[in-house]
């Protein structure tokens, strides 16, 4: 794949570099991202399109130089967290709910497996809680409602792209499956918190559950599991507070 010389950066992360070519968005991953998570993450979203849902195109996985990259067309239009940065006071949480809603009404059996999942995630923990802890979850995931709905994984504001005519497709699909809506919930109320937006943190959970019609309790049995996959994906920084999450305490 060869990028376009007239290009530029939307975003860069430590371990990618996401670049609008005009037409097409490319992700560009650096050179340690094993070729199965590029495959997976391009599966997933190859899967959620074939279920119906509105997700940018498929073009092209390669390489760029020496690294993978994964390359969409260009959804014209505005992410959600622009638009909630641009303009805080519009009220757009019943479109956010709605929308994630829509991608749980969808199924592919062949996706992942939600359980399977958090269970390897869980497994990964051993240097970082206990055993007991370790067991503990994995017998609270055990017990957890088994569903097959699609699952986005990291249903945020920054990867819905949201049209000028208002429909919304969804990007980044790397941590996809299928399973249980209330983990999807939890998960998005996590990162809502992580990044400091308790406020709309909150708001999001009364809604959910409201159009949901669950119970809070039922999202916050997901919590501790859900702090337990977000804690294997190793970000340092939120480690204390993804501890905090995980309530069955005797961590160490
Ligand atoms: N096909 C696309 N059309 C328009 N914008 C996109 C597209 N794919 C990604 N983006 C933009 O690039 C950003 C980063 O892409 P994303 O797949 O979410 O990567 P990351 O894993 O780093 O979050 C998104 O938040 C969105 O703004
Ligand atoms: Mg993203």
């Known amino acids: 794949m060869k990028l376009p010389k007239d290009k530029s950066v939307i975003v860069e992360r430590h371990n990618k570099v996401v670049y609008d070519c005009g037409d097409t968005v490319v992700k560009v991953f650096n050179g340690n991202k094993p070729a199965a998570d590029i495959m997976n993450e391009a599966l997933n979203l190859a899967r959620a399109d074939q279920a119906g849902i509105d997700v940018p195109e498929l073009l092209e996985v390669g390489k760029v130089g020496n690294t993978w990259a994964i390359a969409t067309k260009k959804v014209e ?112 109320y996590l990162h809502l918190m992580l990044g400091g937006e308790k406020e709309i943190a909150e708001k999001y959970l009364r809604t959910y559950c409201e159009r949901q019609g669950c119970e809070m309790s039922y999202i916050q049995n997901w919590m501790s599991i859900v702090a337990a996959a977000e804690l294997a994906r190793g970000r340092v920084v939120e480690q204390d507070y993804l501890l905090s999450m995980i309530d069955v305490v005797d961590y160490y």
């Open 77 to 188: 239009g505005k992410t959600l967290r622009q638009l909630i940065n641009e303009d805080p006071e519009v009220e757009r949480m019943a479109d956010f709910v709605e929308l994630e809603l829509q991608i749980h009404a969808h199924k592919n059996p062949l996706m992942n497996r939600q359980k399977d999942k958090y269970a390897r995630m869980i497994n990964s923990l051993g240097d970082i809680i206990s055993e007991a802890t370790q067991y503990e979850l994995l017998v609270r995931l055990d017990g957890m409602p088994n569903h097959n709905k699609i699952c986005h994984g990291d249903f945020v504001p920054s990867n819905i792209i949201v049209r000028e005519d208002g429909t919304m497709s969804v990007c980044d699909w790397a941590h996809a499956t299928q399973g249980n809506g209330g983990a999807d919930c939890a998960t998005t």
